[in-house]
């Protein structure tokens, strides 16, 4: 199939110029509000649970599986149309559809409609990271390249601080108010003002990527379009398939310990602990900023060390020793009859929970053939999401509900959660680290 082929001329332009780096710093913002509207609901379970009579598990299915589900079934369809439509109207659609959906949970009368109102949140967010890395290559140097993706890659853990941290502003300032009625939908919950306010910054995003211009699709002359047979794709997996567990069924399971962290540490404080929602959300938005952003920018500090002191595989070592110490930390935190120091285990915890993450996606393309990496990468979406977002939440609520029958036993949920989740995936780690050993030793 014809491949278009950028000029150097146009590839320095774009890839040094001014326009490349306000692409990423708008890149970054617009994934960074995205976590907002996806996360601000962790700081907002008291009040919700508490008007709409809903328990524990109710809840966690908002903030992981009715959330997961349509960007999970959606990522690959979408992935699909980012490679043959404008990947700018792409991203604006979405945003679109996200905002209105966060806007339309605010305005939501019972569980039913808030249910949907996030599964069209989670609809409109499948469509910005499969369209933003598709045009990293065309505006990005291959030097660049790896720090752009370091950049946009922080956005997460600065939303998910940045949510608590305006949530519970926004939370402060609707409780001191005068009430705000509504046709129809009647008088609005703080909690319905917060989601939106967050909501709704999202328009004028869209508004701004409507002005943006496509950047040219590029490649090199030898490059061509068609991926690898899937026949072959599956084949090479099966063949190393330890190697593939590990990363793509064992960090999983550090994963659902990422989101339990960020779906419940509020809840901890507040229900717990008795902080007051805004003090909590400001407090831990701060934490969960600060650390999630260090353990990332920590991990190709970590990586370069383990491999200049020639530790063999370290990768997948990076990952047993952060999922033990995740676990220790967040089984510690849950034991705290103190709230600061279970906020300072809960710091701890979702420090190491990240460090191993940007490494784990490197290795991931490392080890694949150039032309299966989609896939692989796809998959790792799929897995990672289904478990950790997905399951991670509702765990924790099961555990509560069920296993210790308390509301107040959310801690000690979240470190059962830990103890449970790590020793399965040492298993599958020790699993894999022999065959890691020995692609990484062919290639080199």
Not at 337 to 350: E, R, V, Y
Not at 362 to 386: C, D, E, H, W
Not at 428 to 444: A, K
Request: with cysteine; proline share 5%; aromatic share 10%.
């Amino acid at each position: 199939m014809k491949v278009h082929v950028m000029t150097s001329d146009i590839k320095e332009q774009t890839s040094n110029g001014f326009y490349a780096w306000s692409l990423l710093v708008l890149f970054t913002l617009t994934y960074t509000f995205s976590f907002v509207d996806r996360q601000v609901i962790n700081l907002l379970v008291e009040p919700i649970k508490g008007d709409m009579g809903l328990t524990d598990v109710q809840i966690s299915y908002l903030q992981g599986l009715i959330f997961v589900i349509p960007y999970v079934l959606l990522s690959i369809p979408i992935g699909r149309l980012v490679d043959v439509f404008s990947r700018i109207y792409v991203i604006s659609s979405g945003i679109l559809v996200w905002s209105f959906a966060t806007i339309a949970a605010g305005l939501s009368g019972n569980y039913t409609q808030l249910a949907i109102a996030r599964g069209f949140v989670g609809a409109g967010e499948a469509a910005l990271t499969p369209a933003v890395w598709s045009m990293f290559p065309d505006i990005f140097t291959k030097k660049q390249l790896a720090v752009a993706m370091s950049i946009f890659s922080m956005a997460p853990y600065l939303g998910a601080g940045i949510a608590l941290i305006a949530g519970a502003q926004v939370i402060e300032i609707s409780q001191s108010s005068p009430p705000i009625e509504l046709p129809i939908i009647g008088t609005l919950e703080p909690w319905q003002i917060t989601l939106i306010i967050c909501g709704a910054p999202g328009i004028l995003f869209a508004l701004i990527y409507a002005c943006i211009k496509e950047p040219a699709r590029t490649a090199t002359e030898t490059q061509t379009d068609e991926a690898m047979p899937l026949s072959e794709a599956v084949d090479f997996m099966r063949k190393n398939w330890k190697v593939y567990l590990a990363f793509l069924g064992g960090a999983p399971f550090l994963i659902i310990m990422l989101y339990s962290i960020q779906a419940w540490s509020p809840t901890l404080l507040i229900r717990v602990h008795e902080w007051d929602i805004s003090y909590a959300g400001r407090v831990y938005g701060v934490v969960a900023l600060v650390t999630g952003s260090l353990g990332v920018l920590s991990s190709p500090v970590i990586a370069r060390v383990m491999n200049n002191l020639n530790f063999k595989g370290y990768p997948l070592l990076m990952l047993m020793i952060s999922t033990v110490l995740t676990a220790l930390f967040l089984f510690i935190a849950g034991l705290q009859k103190d709230g600061m120091s279970c906020l300072i285990f809960l710091a701890l915890a979702s420090f190491f929970v990240t460090i191993p993450l940007p490494q784990l996606a490197v290795t991931l393309q490392t080890i694949s053939p150039n032309k299966m990496r989609g896939l692989v990468a796809g998959i790792f979406v799929v897995s990672g999401n289904v478990m950790g977002m997905g399951l991670g939440p509702t765990f924790v609520a099961f555990f509560t509900e069920n296993v210790f029958q308390d509301p107040m036993s959310v801690g000690l949920s979240m470190g059962l959660l830990g103890l449970v989740s790590a020793p399965i995936a040492l298993v599958i780690y020790l699993n894999g680290y022999r065959d890691l050993l020995v692609i990484t030793e062919s290639e080199n």
